[in-house]
């Protein structure tokens, strides 16, 4: 079971936006609506910013979101805030009934 | 509003098990709407799904750990568990419990805050 292919790092000065890739194969995130994004800070557990490709969870912020072309999910990112410093993972539902998760982006915001 | 707290010692030896729990407050684990599953993190590594498990028992595994993992579901203790046996040093990690909404396929929208596990002899 490979990782999604994320890129290692972004960045960004605030205000302007930014958008993160992440991809899989046919098997994967080119099959299924079953993509998410996560949030994570340091030192702390990852938090759910869209899921099904560009569905935002109740609270998250309208700056977030999601869409997906093919074999590959993005997540963008407007008007960025220093807050928005942290890492992003994607996940998606396989064939193989599994889940698999991106290595990672680390966003810096300048 | 559903919270999940992990358990277990942060130090396991090599070749021995290790064993954690998730204790689920707020809401049921009886829920047909909801997996329950593990994800790890090596220490400034990426996340890693382990496996997702049902209140039924139905459960679903990373092909590279199944030989080695069972998760378990105790629903009289509104509880599921982390077995990994034969553990190694890349198994040291941060294990992370979760709600997955639906099913396998679905998001992962609470999370326990983790627990470190090194392996070490």
């Known amino acids: ?110 | 509003q559903v919270q999940l707290q992990e358990s277990g010692p942060g130090l396991v030896k090599p070749s021995e098990s290790l064993s954690l729990t998730c204790s689920v407050s707020g809401g049921s684990i009886i829920s047909t709407s909801h997996y329950w599953g593990w994800i790890r993190q090596p220490p400034g590594k990426g996340l890693e799904w382990i496996g997702s498990i049902d209140y039924r028992g139905t459960s679903s595994y990373i092909p590279s750990l199944m030989s080695r993992v069972t998760i378990s579901v105790d629903t009289s203790k509104n509880r599921f568990s982390l077995s990994l046996t034969s553990v190694t040093a890349a198994d040291t990690a941060m294990y992370y419990c979760a709600r997955q909404r639906i099913a396998v396929a679905g998001p992962f929208d609470r999370w326990g805050q983790g627990t470190l596990v090194t392996v070490s002899s």
Not at chain 1, 47 to 61: D, F
């Open chain 1, 1 to 110: 079971q490979s990782a999604l292919t994320q890129s290692a790092s972004v960045s960004g000065s605030p205000g302007q936006s930014i958008t993160i890739s992440c991809t899989g194969t046919s098997s994967d995130v080119g099959r299924y609506k079953f993509v998410s994004w996560y949030q994570q800070h340091p030192g702390k557990a990852p938090q759910l910013i869209i899921y099904e490709v560009s569905n935002r969870p109740s609270g998250v912020s309208t700056r977030f979101s999601g869409s997906k072309s093919g074999n590959t999910a993005s997540l963008t990112i407007s008007g960025l805030q220093a807050e928005d410093e942290a890492d992003y993972y994607c996940s998606s539902y396989t064939s193989n009934s599994t889940v698999t998760f991106g290595g990672g982006t680390k966003l810096t915001v300048l």
